[in-house]
Structure formats: C-alpha cells, structure tokens
C-alpha cells in the first residue's frame, strides 16, 4: 500500500515562502504522476496543483499560479511545494496525493495524512 | 473550468438506509469521475474511480454511475462507519475540481 507522509508545514506571515516535502514509500514513485491538494479549515477540497511522473510537465490553479510551483526528485522519492508570497487564503491542510497513472489524468487514488500552513500576521 | 455541482449539500439518514449523492458536471466529462470519503480529521479516502469502478478494499454496498454530465453515488445500506463527507472529483481536464462536498449525518 502506497505511503505519503507530507512535512514542512508551520505558522508564517503574509508575503512569506514555505516549502512542502511529501515523502513516498512502498510504491515506485518515479512512475507515478503526483498532486498537492488543500482544504481550507471548515471547507472542501481545492486540487493545487499536478506533475507527471517524470516531472516533465506541471498543472496549476488559477489561485496559486505564478507562487507555488511542483517539483519531484525522484531518486529521492520526494514531491515538493514550493510557496511563494503566501497570502492569508493560503490557510489550509496540504495534502500529498499519488495519482492512479503517469501523466496525472487519471484521478487521485493515495493521499498523505497532510501538513497544516497557516498564514497569520 | 469544470463545474462540479453536488447535491444535496447535507443528508440525514438512519443506519440501514439507502441514499444517493449527485454529481454536476458543467460539460461532458465522459466517466472521469471519482468519488471520496473524508472523515472528520482524515484525508479522503478513494470509493470509485471512473464513474463506477470500485476501488479495491471498498465495501460493495458503495456504487457509482453516471457518464457525460450526471453522476451518482449510492450507499446501498448505511453502515455507522459511512457518516462522513462525500466528495465527488472530475479528472476529465485541468484544472482538477471537486464537488462541494456531502456531509451525511445520523438522523
């Protein structure tokens, strides 16, 4: 069974970068496309942003697009967030999540237990 | 970007009871659909993938169908494990969307 475990969360203010690890065990990550999901507290789930198993293309929301950016190193195992001039909206559980296939387009099957960022002033 | 629109918002039901949650879609998505169970302080968990497929380890009394723009969900028998949210997921395009969310509670 596919393991995701996401770290790197914390409490920063307003304008701030963080960075998101999500760390992949018991399947070969390497060919698996990867997904950054949030939820805002209280609210539903907003899908973040896609990479292909190969890192070769990247999918953003209109939301975060031009801040956050996707990246994988796979002899690492590891799928990163990296967020830039972080806003107060960015409040939310970030969750990992493993797509059913390379390319990212055939739906989440595996998610990590998630990290929590909160951005507060 | 794909509209998901899911119905109804919140349900009440008793233990034994059949429901059903619907999914929206704001234009022809085929089958690329999938639905999730979340738990109250849990990530969400996949039921159905494609419209109907059952994810492994998933109980059969969960169902799914639909294709182009309407989906549903069934729980044939409401088991005490099965008060959570319900999401449904288009994978069909980019950006990935997701439906409101169903938190179905116990009447």
């Known amino acids: 069974q596919a393991q995701l475990v996401e770290s790197g969360g914390g409490v920063v203010r307003p304008g701030t970068s963080l960075t998101l690890s999500c760390a992949a065990t018991?399947?070969?990550?390497?060919?698996?496309?990867m997904h950054w999901v949030r939820q805002a507290p209280g609210r539903g789930l907003e899908w973040v942003a896609t990479?292909?198993?190969?890192?070769?293309?990247?999918y953003y929301a209109d939301s975060v697009k031009g801040r956050f950016t996707i990246s994988r190193d796979n002899s690492k195992n590891t799928l990163y967030l990296q967020m830039d001039s972080l806003r107060l909206d960015d409040t939310a559980m970030y969750y990992c999540?493993?797509?059913?296939?390379?390319?990212?387009?055939?739906?989440?099957?595996?998610w990590g237990q998630g990290t929590q960022v909160t951005v507060s002033s | 970007a794909i509209q998901m629109t899911q119905s109804p918002s919140s349900l009440s039901a008793s233990v034994g009871d059949r429901v059903t949650i619907t999914c929206r879609a704001s234009?022809?998505?085929?089958?690329?659909v999938d639905w999730y169970q979340q738990r109250p302080g849990k990530a969400p968990k996949l039921l159905i993938y494609?419209?109907?497929t059952l994810q492994i380890g998933v109980p059969s009394r969960f169902s799914g169908s639909g294709s182009g723009t309407d989906f549903t969900l069934t729980i044939s028998s409401l088991q005490p494990e099965d008060f959570a949210t319900y999401y449904c997921l288009q994978d069909y395009d980019f950006p990935y969307t997701f439906g409101q969310g169903t938190k179905l509670e116990i009447k």
């Open positions: 999540a493993r797509d059913r296939w390379q390319l990212g387009t055939e739906g989440i099957d595996y």
């Open positions: 990479i292909w198993y190969d890192g070769g293309n990247q």
């Open positions: 494609s419209a109907s």
């Open positions: 234009r022809d998505i085929r089958n690329d």
């Open positions: 018991s399947f070969t990550f390497s060919t698996y496309g």
